[in-house]
C-alpha cells in the first residue's frame, strides 16, 4: 500500500509538471501570435494614416476587428491602392 500511494504521489507531481511546462508552452505560443498581430495592427494603421491622412473611424474599426491573415492582404494591397477603397475590397 505505501509503496503504491508513494507512486501515486510521484505520478501526480510528474502530471502536474507536465500539465505546467505544456500549458506555460500554450500561453507563450498564444501570447506571441497576439503580440504579431497586435503589432501588424498599428503598423497597418500607421500606414494607412500616411497614405490616407484623413483616416475614417470605419476604417480604424475594421482594422482592429481584422485577424493577422485579413491584416497582410490589407497591407500589401495598400502598396498599390489608390484609395481605402482598393485596400479594403472584398
Known sequence: MEGEAKGLRKGEAKGRKEGLVEGEAKGLKKGE????????????????????????????????????AEIKVWMSRLRTAETLDDVFAQ
Open 33 to 68: 501570435a497576439k503580440g504579431r498581430k497586435d503589432g501588424a495592427r498599428i503598423l497597418l494603421i500607421d500606414a494607412l494614416e500616411e497614405r490616407f491622412p484623413s483616416l475614417p473611424p470605419m476604417a480604424r474599426h475594421a482594422v482592429k476587428r481584422a485577424g493577422y
